[in-house]
Structure formats: structure tokens, C-alpha cells
């Protein structure tokens, strides 16, 4: 799927959009939201486009990624996947949902069954913890939002990702109240950001997890932004680990110990290199 352009440009695929989002109300439920009783969100592409999108994807050769935040919406999608699959056949697809933040019962199975990508932003729960509560009530954010690990277990490929710079927006709806370094942390492209926040699920502000038996293992948190990410976007051959005949795409922390990441949730690049050439500083 997809095409190398040159060594530096490849085009994988197509996105398109089922819903919104959950700070503005409009990411699509099956139940109304606590604090809009009347609003159930809102899907931003109708169905027939969206199917027919992904089936003119399928004859270019494209990899398609749709955004879905709401359980209507990942529901949506997966059935749209479903579809597409029982018209065309079994091939090596890939499907991704981008964001899946908030999962119906039983959608993380069909995730893994489907053999559809989550491709998740783990520093989104930051900002959402709070909000998810107030708009979905306790018992529906408990059971639905960020579900890593329920992921993992259904053998769902978990690919995780910053979204950056779109969480800029998010910082303004969540945080402006809030001190500068919130808004540093919410926004910043660094992938340990991202490490940390799925191991540890502990919002700002917070003492403790939020839905702590969704944290993830450190190693579950590194093969989610290394190997799993090159693998959602068909890059595996090229990136994503450290092995003969790919890029040599790697950075050196400042500590010699993930124990003391672990414990400290704390590290700097000292280098990176790129294609096995160093590239910073």
C-alpha cells in the first residue's frame, strides 16, 4: 500500500473524517451527553461517502485512515471496514481509525478481530480525563475512553502517534486556566511525553491513574511508537526497530536506565540520527 516518492517523501494514504470532536460536543455517541441531553454529536461525513471513499481508495492502492473519536462513530467505521472487507476480499489492508478514543462494549475485540489499526494519541487523555467525566458521565468515560490495554488484548495493532501541532487546539478548550507547563506538556511533538502518559495514566492535577487498568507496560508504550506505528503506516520494512537493512532511524537519551525513566518519567534526546547519519545536534 502506498508509494515511495523519493527516500524522504512516501504517500500512504487518504484520511477522512466520521465525527468531531468530545471538547466541542460533537464526537458521535450512542447515548447524549450528561451536560447536553438533546446532543448526541454530530457525523461530519455520511456513510455512502465514506464507504465509497474507501472503495476508491482500494483501487488506487491507498491505505485509508478515517477519524472517529465517539463509540458511534468507531462503530461506524467498523462496520464501513466490515463492508468494504466482505465486497473486496482479505488482503493486507491495514484499516486505521485515528483517534478511537472512546469504544463501545465490544469494539476493542472487533478492533483485533477486523485486524483494524488504532492509531491513538495517548497525551489526548491528559486534557480529556477531566471533560470525558463531565460530558459522558462517570460510568461511560470509566468504561469507554483510551482503552490500550483492552486493545492489546484483543490483538489489536496499537499504534501511538502526537497528533501535534492539533492538540494546540485542545490546550485552548482545556487548559487556558492552567500554567504554562500543562500546556507545554499537552502540545509537545516528544514521543516520551507520549511513553510516560500511557504507562502511568495520571492526568494534571491528579494524584492517580486515570482508568489505571488501561496503563500500559513501558515495553507495550515503546513497541505502540516504534515498530506497531511503522507497521500501521506499511514501514515496517524501513522503520520501526533497530535491524539489518532498515534506516538506523534512532536517538540516545540522556539516561543509560528505562528504570529510571520508569521512575522518574523523565529523559532528554541527547542525539538523533537519521538513516544512520546524525541529524541533532
Known amino acids: 500500500m502506498g508509494r515511495a516518492i523519493s527516500q524522504w517523501i512516501y504517500l500512504g494514504g487518504v484520511k477522512a473524517f466520521a465525527d468531531g470532536s468530545l471538547g466541542s460536543n460533537s464526537a458521535l455517541f450512542h447515548e447524549p451527553y450528561v451536560d447536553e441531553p438533546h446532543n448526541y454529536g454530530l457525523q461530519v461525513t455520511e456513510s455512502e461517502i465514506l464507504y465509497n471513499m474507501t472503495m476508491a481508495s482500494e483501487k ?4 485509508v485512515a478515517i477519524h472517529a473519536i465517539g463509540d458511534r462513530a468507531n462503530d461506524l467505521i467498523l462496520d464501513i471496514y466490515e463492508s468494504v472487507v466482505s465486497t473486496n476480499g482479505m488482503r493486507d489492508r491495514r484499516f486505521r481509525i485515528e483517534h478511537a478514543q472512546h469504544l463501545a462494549p465490544g469494539a476493542a475485540a ?3 478481530r477486523q485486524g483494524i489499526v488504532a492509531s491513538v494519541q495517548p497525551l489526548h487523555l491528559l486534557g480529556d480525563a477531566d471533560s470525558a467525566t463531565k460530558k459522558l ?3 461511560r468515560a470509566q468504561k469507554e475512553s483510551y482503552l490500550f490495554r483492552s486493545l492489546l488484548a484483543s490483538n489489536a495493532l496499537l499504534a501511538f502517534g502526537s497528533d501535534w501541532p492539533v ?3 485542545r490546550f485552548i478548550n482545556n487548559y487556558l486556566s492552567l500554567h ?3 500546556y507545554r506538556l499537552v502540545v509537545d511533538i516528544n514521543p516520551l511525553g507520549g511513553i510516560k502518559t500511557a504507562m502511568k495514566r495520571i492526568p494534571p492535577g491528579w494524584d492517580d491513574a486515570w482508568i489505571p487498568s488501561e496503563c500500559l507496560t513501558l515495553n507495550d508504550a515503546l513497541k505502540a511508537h516504534t515498530i506497531s506505528a511503522a507497521r500501521a503506516c506499511f514501514l515496517d520494512n524501513d522503520l520501526g526497530s533497530l535491524s539489518p ?6 536517538v540516545i537519551l540522556s539516561t543509560d536506565s528505562w528504570d529510571y525513566f520508569v521512575a522518574e518519567g523523565s529523559a532528554s534526546v541527547e542525539a538523533t540520527y537519521v538513516s544512520g547519519e ?4
Do not use: C, E, H, N
Open 60 to 63: 488506487s492502492g491507498l491505505q
Open 110 to 112: 472487533r478492533f483485533g
Open 137 to 139: 458521565g462517570m460510568d
Open 167 to 169: 492538540s494546540i487546539l
Open 180 to 182: 504554562i507547563t500543562v
Open 245 to 250: 537493512g532498515k534506516l538506523a532511524d534512532f
Open 278 to 281: 546524525r541529524a541533532y545536534p
